[in-house]
């Protein structure tokens, strides 16, 4: 079992829509958690992170954590094609410490 | 956040011969990383380069085939040595930055072997 998992899609969402990405961890120790966006030959870029039960909300990202369920999730909403892009979630045992990637959700978002 | 650059951005190699790809950051930290990309594939980490002590590699990594070095808390180095196509990956340089040391990415190297 990997330690972050992530369905790998492509996940199509309409114009407008929201865009619901799943991410489960194995490892209960994992404190925080992050989402990265990579664009097609970029390096990734930070959405957001989180390490509290609950929702966390920037602008139109809202992250979503579960540790007893050991689930993250990312909603975009209001999804444009510049949203287009693979989205990686990644855990993280303690501040400052490595990541462990998941394997990318492709996300197509189409006009 | 800190502002990331490496070199090369991309390289073209032959089997066999080494390749070293530099990392420099904008402000002092204390945490840099490693990653390598395979094609299509996500980050796997290969070590966390520490400033004056020896590099700490994941499993599957070895010091012999990925040197690090990291000489100061602005700058670190990855070699990939005897290189062969198995290597051809995008090799990605990460920093904890900020108040709640979250992690950012160099816009990394583009190595292919030949």
């Known amino acids: 079992q990997k330690e972050v998992e992530q369905n790998s899609g492509p996940l199509s969402v309409p114009e407008g829509a929201i865009a619901s990405l799943n991410c489960t961890y194995s490892?209960?120790?994992?404190?925080?958690f992050f989402w990265y966006r990579q664009y097609s030959g970029k390096s990734p870029e930070l959405i957001m992170f989180?390490?509290?039960?609950g929702d966390k909300e920037d602008g139109r990202f809202t992250a979503q954590l579960n540790k007893a369920s050991q689930y993250v999730s990312l909603l975009i909403r209001d999804s444009q094609p510049s949203d287009s892009a693979t989205y990686l979630c990644?855990?993280?045992?303690?501040?400052?410490?490595?990541?462990?990637f998941g394997g990318g959700t492709r996300v197509l978002v189409k006009p | 956040s800190a502002v990331i650059s490496q070199k090369p951005s991309r390289d073209i190699c032959q089997r066999g011969t080494s390749l070293t790809i530099q990392c420099q950051v904008d402000?002092?930290?204390?945490?840099m990383f490693w990653y390598r990309q395979q094609p299509g594939q996500s980050l796997t980490l290969i070590a966390t380069?520490?400033?004056?002590?020896?590099?700490?590699?994941e499993s599957g990594f070895v010091i012999d085939k990925f040197p690090i070095s990291r000489p100061n808390l602005t700058f670190s180095t990855l070699t990939v040595s005897n290189m062969s196509p198995e290597d051809s990956s995008i090799y990605l340089c990460?920093?904890?930055?900020?108040?709640?040391?979250?992690?950012?990415f160099g816009p990394g190297t583009r190595l292919t072997v030949l």
């Open positions: 990460s920093v904890s930055s900020g108040s709640e040391d979250t992690q950012y």
């Open positions: 490892d209960r120790g994992s404190q925080s």
């Open positions: 989180i390490y509290s039960n």
């Open positions: 990644a855990a993280q045992k303690a501040a400052g410490n490595k990541l462990t």
């Open positions: 402000s002092q930290v204390t945490m």
């Open positions: 380069a520490n400033q004056g002590s020896e590099a700490t590699y």
